[in-house]
């Protein structure tokens, strides 16, 4: 559409930049700021036109190639590339090759906000990048289509009533672990660590945690296991809650969360606690089919008594930092989220939807004709769990590499587990680091719920940011691999497939 020049010889200042060998100008009016190229987060299944999502002033924004929505393919980045912010129905920024200069230009008033001007064959073509964004994203679901933000957690209400939910870790090679409703999160060992004078052996020291300070003590002094050797690459700061107050515990290795019947968790013999250690075993937890014992370990015994006392004089963190209790002053896990990888991102997974956390074994048993997304099938003590391959689920190049883990949820009845590149930390959200994502940056499932409807913008020491993409355990799994799920489980079961699906042919039912 050519833009029509203005009577009376009005102009307009407008920004110059270039994308591939073709010239472009935006309103100035509309450029919100031009950016050096910032760490873009991908965002998995979206179209080619929606590079991903960025932090830009505390803000998450969409980026967009503008590249590849003139139907053009997106050129590698050079020392003149930017980000170009605009403020069109809602900021988005622009990759561009090349920024210009402010410049003068003869134009129409009727302009649209986040219209674009190319400059082609001499003349003057107006570019509605509004009408363009709603064709290229005219499929996807937007904020208050569907159903919205699906809310898993009431099935694990009713599931909780019979078992019981632990943190579990190692320590010296033994099992250990606490109750899941008495760690506020997990986090590495920081780099920087204050040391504190006249303190003991299990002081390791303290370290600032959004604003507050977090003593970190040795669990392993606590319990008299002797002090951790130097390398403690694998190491992780648990962070109990003791009253109104935060202590981060040092552990050799995060291991999984641990959910198990209720009458497999007994009173502890009374000679496990006569060793040299502060800390007491609280409980015995006895796994499932004789694979072992897990001690359990409180926080209200993990000191002396004048040391809780004391703990609980100092009073906690500021009380914007601390955790939201239950009427029993349990911390509630509504924020928290187990942290995995995939590549270079990280998404996280609400801690009450994950029933536990396993190593992928080495082999896994292959299902014939069963979908491509489906590594294959593993023996979770006595149960066939189908083992997802998330790193193709969601579009992830390469294969993974390292300790992988399997991720172990259940939705709508259903066991699944998903095979993830390692599972980091558990990590409480501020509330006011959560937002919900950019209208068009994720599509939904059939049923409208969004995979990504939220994503964590947290901040980081050097500044850079560090973003998670929280998914909705109900739309992890869309209509079509439901249906493949609940066919490869009749199948393995020896009963008839679902009415409407073909698990075997890769084919499903909308």
Do not use: W
Not at 282 to 310: E, K, N, Y
Not at 322 to 347: H, I
Not at 388 to 395: C, E, H, K, L, S
């Amino acid at each position: 559409m050519a833009a029509s020049k203005a009577a009376g010889g009005r102009h307009q200042h407008v920004l110059t930049f270039r994308v591939g060998a073709i010239r472009l100008a935006a309103s100035a009016a509309d450029v919100i700021e031009v950016l050096r190229p910032v760490r873009v987060t991908r965002m998995p299944h979206a179209p080619p036109g929606l590079a991903g999502v960025a932090s830009v002033r505390g803000a998450v924004v969409p980026v967009l190639s503008l590249a590849r929505l003139l139907g053009g393919e997106e050129a590698a980045s050079g020392a003149a590339s930017r980000l170009l912010l605009l403020q069109a129905e809602e900021p988005v920024a622009l990759t561009v090759d090349e920024v210009g200069a402010l410049a003068q230009l003869d134009a129409g008033a009727d302009q649209a906000a986040g219209g674009l001007y190319a400059h082609e064959d001499g003349a003057l073509r107006l570019i509605d990048l509004a009408e363009l964004l709603r064709r290229e994203f005219a499929g996807l679901i937007r904020r208050g289509a569907g159903p919205g933000r699906a809310e898993p957690a009431e099935p694990r209400r009713q599931a909780a009533k019979d078992e019981r939910a632990f943190l579990a870790f190692t320590l010296a090679d033994q099992a250990y672990a606490l109750p899941l409703a008495e760690v506020g999160e997990v986090i590495t060992l920081p780099d920087h660590l204050a040391k504190l004078p006249r303190t003991d052996a299990a002081m390791v020291g303290a370290a600032s945690l959004r604003g507050a300070l977090l003593p970190i003590v040795s669990l392993r002094a606590l319990l008299g296991l002797g002090i951790a050797a130097s390398d403690q690459r694998g190491a992780r700061v648990v962070i109990a809650h003791i009253g109104g107050s935060r202590v981060g515990l040092l552990v050799d290795r995060l291991n999984s969360i641990l959910r198990v019947p209720a009458d497999s968790v007994g009173a502890v013999p009374a000679v496990l606690n006569r060793g040299r250690g502060e800390a007491q075993i609280q409980s015995i937890c006895r796994l499932p089919d004789g694979c072992g014992l897990v001690s359990i370990l409180s926080g209200a015994r993990l000191f002396r008594d004048d040391t809780v006392a004391h703990i609980l004089a100092d009073g906690g963190p500021d009380p914007q930092e601390a955790p939201d209790m239950n009427p029993d002053g349990r911390a509630t896990t509504a924020d928290r989220v187990v942290v995995f990888q995939l590549g270079d991102e990280e998404y996280g997974l609400p801690v009450d939807a994950v029933e536990e956390v396993v190593r992928l074994p080495d082999t896994l048993t292959r299902v014939p004709k069963a979908p491509g997304f489906i590594e294959g099938v593993m023996n979770l003590r006595g149960q066939v769990l189908p083992v997802i391959d998330q790193r193709r689920r969601f579009g992830v190049a390469g294969s993974g590499t390292g300790r992988r883990r399997v991720i172990v949820t259940r939705i709508n009845g259903k066991l699944a587990g998903f095979a993830v590149d390692g599972v980091s930390e558990i990590l409480a959200l501020p509330a006011d680091r959560v937002s919900e994502t950019p209208d068009f940056t994720q599509p939904g499932d059939a049923e409208g719920a969004s995979v990504f409807s939220r994503i964590a913008n947290l901040e980081t020491a050097d500044g850079a940011g560090r973003m998670i993409l929280l998914i909705e355990p109900r739309a992890l799994l869309d209509r079509a691999e439901r249906d493949l799920l609940a066919a490869l489980d009749a199948a393995l079961k020896g009963d008839d497939a679902p009415a409407g699906s073909d698990a075997m042919t890769g084919s499903a039912a909308p």
